[in-house]
Structure formats: structure tokens, C-alpha cells
């Protein structure tokens, strides 16, 4: 009972730890549009949780993935994004391993455009256990994937609270990415089934640490596969995505969760990461863990994102197209 009490106060200090403001940046007034927040302090609550010793590394088919999927239901519920499905969870089987990805929506506030989704999303599993190092064994997964998921919840719950899109967004947290994207794999097949009318995907991928002053805060894998990120830094108003010239050597494309999104779909789907390999030193390591989280910097992205998705789930028409690579 105190551990489920202990999570429910998580829960609620990373879901209301924001205030709202009004155009001019102050408190709103009466008749005034008030927009969420985005807090560190909220970013870091729900770090410490998913990144923490007591989710063992949250390998598919664990005691800790399962409970990093009850924290991620609470968020959703908490903030009024509801299930896609009967309920949160699309499960799946791997062997004898239980697999679950965690789908939640926001619904589009136009009347023709809500039929057409936004997908956003990030893998929650990890690798569980890694090499041994000063006694620890714990590989938590902080920047790999604990960063990414977070954005997703942190955007969801900006939109729930904002209902400023046009479009629907599912909020699609993916179990079994360390296992060859088992998870999305399987949602992209059942969305396919479903005949949902898809528009783009983002996976967000490692975004817990900024990259150097003289490179774009971001990068966008399969950059000159659409005109996603042209489009993205015309409505941020700046260059927040850029091009990444190391993504084609090391695959990157094809080697997360946007890929089965890409293939099942036939849409814009690609990864947006702050990770380039020369920024952060504990890929798959034991000290991937919530102290070597930049959390200024995930306020800062998230931030620069909002008005990049707000316009693209905005437009009147698909501006976002794919092309030849």
C-alpha cells in the first residue's frame, strides 16, 4: 500500500508541477487563452521514477517495465489523455515474455481534421541489467528511453491542457524496442489494421542531453526522406532540427521505432534526437541514470517543439510529404 501511494504522489507531482500563463507571460485573466508550462521540476519527477533502481532497467517482461507501465497509465489518466483503445495497453507476446505499449489520445478540436493523427512516441523498455561497474548492475536507461518517453507525456499533457490541435495525437509509449522493435512493430500493424488515418510519426529518441553550441539542438533521422524538418523549423521559427551527417552510416533510420511506422503506414516517420554519440558516454551503461539528466535542456526542447507540432497539426492541408531519399 505505501508503494502505491508513493507512486500515486509521483504521478501527481510530475502532472502538476507547471503553471498556465497567458499571452503577455503573466498569469491568465478572465477571457484570457492560458497555456501549460513546461517544468523541470514535473520532467525530473517522472525521470526519477523511470530511470530509478527500483524498475531493475525495465526489461520487456519484467516486474519493472510493469511497473513503469502503471506509472506511465496513471500519468495519462491523471492528465485527460485516454485510452485509443479499450484501455491503454496494446498487448503483445514475445516467447513467453508479456509485452505491452501504452497508447493514449488527444483529440483534435476541428471536426474534419480531428480525423486525421498525429503520432508521437518514445520507448519506455531497456535493457534490464549491464556490465558491472563499481558494484552497479542496474542499466537504467535515463537518456535511452526514459528522455523520449517523457517528451511524449510532456507533450500530451500540454495538449490535453491546451487543446490548441487541430489534429488528434496518439501518445504512444513502445515496450521491446531493445528487442528489434518489437513493440511498435506490433502497433503499426494493428493501427494499419484498424485503417487509422495517419498523417506523421516522431519518435523522440534520446533527448535528455544537449548537444554541442555549434550544432542545431537536434537531429532528425532519414533527414532527406521528407520535408519533415523544413517544415518543423518553419513554424519553430528557427533551426531546431537539423541534419545529422553520421545518421546513414550508423542506420539510424531504420533502427527505431519510427522505422515500422514508415513501413506499415507509408507516412513521415521519423527519430528526433539530441544524442549524436559524441555528448554522452553512457549508451547501455550502468550510469545512464537521472543525475546526468540536463533537464534545462529537455524544458528548452520541449519548449521549441510546441510551436513546430502546433503549426504542422495545424495546417490546413498535409504540407508534410515524403520524398526520394
Same mark, same amino acid.
Given at each position: 500500500?505505501?508503494?502505491?501511494? !508513493?507512486?500515486?504522489?509521483?504521478?501527481?507531482?510530475?502532472?502538476?508541477?507547471?503553471?498556465?500563463?497567458?499571452?503577455?507571460?503573466?498569469?491568465?485573466?478572465?477571457?484570457?487563452?492560458?497555456?501549460?508550462?513546461?517544468?523541470?521540476?514535473?520532467?525530473?519527477?517522472?525521470?526519477?521514477?523511470?530511470?530509478?533502481?527500483?524498475?531493475?532497467?525495465?526489461?520487456?517482461?519484467?516486474?519493472?517495465?510493469?511497473?513503469?507501465?502503471?506509472?506511465?497509465? $496513471?500519468?495519462?489518466?491523471?492528465?485527460?489523455? $485516454?485510452?485509443?483503445?479499450? $484501455?491503454?495497453?496494446?498487448?503483445?507476446?514475445?516467447?513467453? &515474455?508479456?509485452?505491452?505499449?501504452?497508447?493514449?489520445?488527444?483529440?483534435?478540436?476541428?471536426?474534419?481534421?480531428?480525423?486525421?493523427?498525429?503520432? &508521437?512516441?518514445?520507448?519506455?523498455?531497456?535493457?534490464?541489467?549491464?556490465?558491472?561497474?563499481?558494484?552497479?548492475?542496474?542499466?537504467?536507461?535515463?537518456?535511452?528511453?526514459?528522455?523520449?518517453?517523457?517528451?511524449?507525456?510532456?507533450?500530451?499533457?500540454?495538449?490535453?491542457? !491546451?487543446?490548441?490541435?487541430?489534429?488528434?495525437?496518439?501518445?504512444?509509449?513502445?515496450?521491446?524496442?531493445?528487442?528489434?522493435?518489437?513493440?511498435?512493430?506490433?502497433?503499426?500493424?494493428?493501427?494499419?489494421?484498424?485503417?487509422?488515418?495517419?498523417?506523421?510519426?516522431?519518435?523522440?529518441?534520446?533527448?535528455?542531453?544537449?548537444?554541442?553550441?555549434?550544432?542545431?539542438?537536434?537531429?532528425? !533521422?532519414?533527414?532527406?526522406?521528407?520535408?519533415?524538418?523544413? $517544415?518543423?523549423?518553419?513554424?519553430?521559427?528557427?533551426?531546431?532540427?537539423?541534419?545529422?551527417?553520421?545518421?546513414?552510416?550508423?542506420?539510424?533510420?531504420?533502427? !527505431?521505432?519510427?522505422?515500422?511506422?514508415?513501413?506499415?503506414?507509408?507516412?513521415?516517420?521519423?527519430?528526433?534526437?539530441?544524442?549524436?554519440?559524441?555528448?554522452?558516454?553512457?549508451?547501455?551503461?550502468?550510469?545512464?541514470?537521472?543525475?546526468?539528466?540536463?533537464?534545462?535542456?529537455?524544458?528548452?526542447?520541449?519548449?521549441?517543439?510546441?510551436?513546430? &507540432?502546433?503549426?504542422?497539426?495545424?495546417?490546413?492541408?498535409?504540407?508534410?510529404?515524403?520524398?526520394?531519399?
Amino acid at each position: 500500500m505505501r508503494k502505491i501511494v !508513493s507512486l500515486l504522489i509521483i504521478v501527481l507531482v510530475a502532472s502538476c508541477a507547471y503553471h498556465t500563463k497567458g499571452a503577455d507571460g503573466k498569469s491568465g485573466k478572465d477571457g484570457e487563452t492560458v497555456k501549460p508550462v513546461i517544468t523541470q521540476e514535473a520532467i525530473k519527477a517522472s525521470m526519477e521514477y523511470l530511470a530509478s533502481d527500483d524498475l531493475n532497467g525495465r526489461a520487456t517482461g519484467s516486474v519493472g517495465i510493469e511497473k513503469a507501465a502503471v506509472f506511465i497509465e $496513471t500519468y495519462l489518466k491523471t492528465n485527460n489523455i $485516454t485510452p485509443y483503445f479499450e $484501455t491503454y495497453r496494446d498487448s503483445f507476446k514475445l516467447n513467453d &515474455l508479456d509485452g505491452y505499449n501504452i497508447v493514449g489520445m488527444v483529440e483534435g478540436n476541428d471536426p474534419k481534421l480531428k480525423d486525421e493523427f498525429i503520432i &508521437l512516441g518514445g520507448h519506455y523498455d531497456h535493457i534490464g541489467k549491464g556490465k558491472i561497474v563499481e558494484g552497479d548492475s542496474i542499466a537504467n536507461g535515463a537518456n535511452d528511453d526514459a528522455s523520449g518517453t517523457i517528451a511524449a507525456m510532456e507533450f500530451g499533457k500540454y495538449f490535453a491542457q !491546451s487543446k490548441t490541435n487541430k489534429r488528434s495525437i496518439l501518445i504512444t509509449l513502445y515496450d521491446a524496442e531493445e528487442m528489434g522493435l518489437k513493440g511498435s512493430a506490433h502497433l503499426a500493424a494493428k493501427l494499419n489494421e484498424k485503417g487509422i488515418n495517419a498523417y506523421t510519426m516522431i519518435n523522440f529518441e534520446m533527448i535528455g542531453v544537449p548537444r554541442a553550441q555549434d550544432k542545431t539542438m537536434a537531429y532528425m !533521422s532519414g533527414f532527406e526522406r521528407s520535408n519533415f524538418a523544413e $517544415t518543423l523549423n518553419r513554424y519553430a521559427g528557427k533551426e531546431v532540427i537539423g541534419f545529422f551527417p553520421k545518421a546513414k552510416g550508423f542506420n539510424l533510420f531504420m533502427r !527505431s521505432d519510427n522505422f515500422p511506422f514508415y513501413e506499415e503506414l507509408n507516412i513521415p516517420a521519423h527519430a528526433i534526437s539530441t544524442f549524436d554519440f559524441s555528448n554522452f558516454d553512457y549508451y547501455h551503461h550502468v550510469d545512464d541514470e537521472a543525475d546526468k539528466m540536463d533537464y534545462a535542456h529537455m524544458v528548452n526542447f520541449i519548449e521549441k517543439m510546441i510551436p513546430a &507540432l502546433e503549426g504542422m497539426m495545424n495546417a490546413p492541408t498535409k504540407e508534410v510529404i515524403l520524398k526520394d531519399e
